[in-house]
């Protein structure tokens, strides 16, 4: 179980405290599939940032199976299983797709592993394995192969921010079925960052943040309704692209 | 050989024993064994320290090992080998320079390298530069590489320093006759203090000439390292010329490509960058489970392979 007791993140401009993050406090319960979403700006993308250990909390304590981890590095969180997919993946010259699932599975893939992972994504993997993960990969075809390194873990908690950005109508459908197969798979609770009514379809816990605070926490049949409701009545959410990083 | 001659061996021509084929060995500033086939003759040259490796015409699939090993301190050698590739030839050649230097004096090879490739020939040229020891002297490599290709021939040269070499100014001259393609591929990591420079002229004097000049760096610590790789197209031609470093702690890069054409058809471009590893690339790894050293590892080895 993860657990974040009264986590603010603020950062500095010229000498100011700015406020992302305003006293969160949340359990993402094992087993569950949850989606976090919520206005672009809103403070979801920290918030995983905040969880993985990328940035550090202000105030408040990050716990983990009831181990404080809000001290602990990037590293040492990723050993004790938890996982971060990065809505814009970094490129690496010279690294080839095939390495770089391998480095995150921790040992040498066999071929035919790295190939259904890849396939998974909607990659053809055969074109894939041996590219090199470097600019001359498309935008939608690095964050397939990114959320490809989190299938070759198994982990406790895998994070995954706004998968779905940049990746084509034809790709999506292949991607949702590989969420729905990831939250009965590999990984012992799967966290969402998205705006995709698709993906919060596939939700047991959803979350909603906004100006830094949880607006709306609950089951998705509590939340979702509700959710769609606001759409409707104010253009808010769904008009808004995808994409930003908050 | 002993085991120190054994080890360098491995490092800068992969060799676990005397290899097959053709092969000139040169230890400390002489002629240790050498072999000529009934394709490829090594000749000890009479006028100076080197050697002629004449393969002959229509040779296939064949290899030439001409490894170099300086084990004794203040040993300067000066090395003239010539390649004659007779026309249609197909060889790869694997050269490289390993130096174990624990003296205190220090320790220098300069291969003067020159490559007569016939017509429709095509070769593939190795070298890896290779230091170590932990005497005070210093391990010096100065290589100078010309290379003459005929029409229609084909060179594709690796040239790799990953460790331990103090310092090393190579230059290198290439000219090209019509048709005639020219692959240079630099590996290069520098660190403690070292001092690295690299000048390479390609001229491209035939038409449909091509070449491809990519240089790869890392500089870590304190070490220099200054490129200056020049494609000069006298006639239509293509070249393409990139120069990418990656710098870290307190290294000085310069990378200066140029590009020069006398001719309204040669196509000659030119990239280059430097930049230290970046901060997402080191948290994306360290999100496997490694640590920063570990991942700036994986990053600078992925980056010169």
Same mark, same amino acid.
């Given at each position: =179980? ?42 979801? %993308? ?67 592993? @790295? @190939? %259904? ?6 990659? @053809? ?45 034809? %790709? ?9 197969? =990831? ?5 012992? %609770? ?44 104010? @253009? ?11 | 050989?002993?085991?120190? $001659? ?53 040779? *296939? ?57 016939? *017509? ?60 005639? *393609? ?25 038409? $449909? ?74 948290? *994306? ?21």
């Amino acid at each position: =179980m993860l657990k974040l007791e009264n986590i603010s993140f603020s950062v500095d401009v010229d000498g100011k405290g700015l406020g992302i993050i305003d006293n969160i406090s949340l359990e993402i319960p094992d087993g569950a599939f949850t989606v976090i979403t919520g206005p672009n700006g809103g403070g979801k %993308s920290t918030l995983a940032r905040l969880i993985m250990g990328i940035e550090k909390p202000t105030a408040g304590r990050i716990l983990y199976n009831g181990t404080d981890i809000t001290d602990m590095s990037v590293t040492e969180r990723a050993k004790l299983g938890i996982g971060f997919a990065f809505q814009h993946p970094p490129r690496f010259k010279g690294l080839t797709v095939r390495r770089l699932l391998s480095l995150a599975a921790g040992y040498e893939l066999p071929e035919d592993e @790295c @190939c %259904s992972y890849l396939t998974s994504v909607g990659l @053809c993997s055969k074109d894939y394995l041996n590219r090199e993960m470097d600019n001359s990969l498309s935008g939608g075809e690095a964050k397939r192969i990114e959320i490809a390194t989190l299938m070759a873990r198994k982990l406790g908690v895998a994070i995954f921010d706004e998968p779905e950005a940049g990746i084509d109508l034809w %790709s999506f459908s292949m991607l949702v079925e590989s969420f729905k197969a =990831m939250s009965s798979g590999n990984h012992n %609770s799967v966290i969402v960052i998205s705006h995709q009514e698709r993906i919060m379809q596939l939700a047991d816990t959803m979350i909603v943040i906004a100006d830094g605070k949880v607006r709306t926490m609950g089951s998705k049949d509590e939340v979702f309704p509700a959710l769609m409701g606001e759409f409707s009545e104010n @253009c808010g959410f769904r008009g808004k692209e995808a994409g930003g990083n908050e | 050989m002993n085991k120190t $001659d054994m080890n360098l061996l491995e490092a800068i021509a992969d060799l676990h024993e005397i290899p097959a084929g053709a092969y000139n060995l040169r230890i400390n500033g002489g002629g240790h064994s050498r072999n000529s086939t009934a394709n490829i003759e090594i000749v000890p040259k009479e006028d100076k320290p080197g050697i002629d490796i004449i393969v002959a015409p229509d040779t *296939k699939n064949e290899s030439v090992h001409i490894p170099v090993i300086i084990t004794e301190s203040g040993i300067d050698d000066l090395v003239y080998n010539d390649f004659y590739i007779g026309d249609n030839a197909e060889v790869l050649i694997v050269a490289g320079c390993g130096i174990h230097n624990s003296g205190d004096e220090k320790s220098q090879h300069d291969g003067i390298h020159t490559f007569h490739i016939g *017509k429709n020939a095509k070769i593939k040229y190795v070298e890896k530069h290779y230091g170590e020891g932990d005497g005070k002297g210093e391990r010096i490599l100065n290589p100078v590489t010309v290379i003459e290709q005929d029409e229609g021939s084909v060179c594709e040269m690796e040239m790799v320093q990953i460790k331990g070499v103090d310092s090393t100014v190579r230059d290198s001259k290439a000219y090209l006759k019509a048709g005639a *393609k020219l692959i240079i591929t630099e590996r290069l990591l520098t660190h403690g203090e070292q001092y690295a420079r690299s000048d390479m002229d390609v001229y491209l004097e035939g038409e $449909d000439a091509s070449a491809q000049i990519i240089s790869r760096s890392v500089a870590k610590d304190k070490s220099k390292q200054i490129f200056h790789p020049n494609a000069i197209g006298n006639a239509r031609c293509r070249a393409h010329v990139q120069c990418d470093s990656i710098i870290m702690d307190e290294a000085n890069v310069s990378s200066i490509p140029a590009i020069t054409a006398n001719s309204a058809d040669a196509q000659i471009v030119h990239e280059a960058a430097i930049g230290r590893i970046n901060n997402d690339q080191l948290i *994306k790894l360290m999100t496997f489970g490694m640590n920063e050293e570990e991942a700036e590892e994986v990053i600078i080895s992925g980056f010169l392979k």
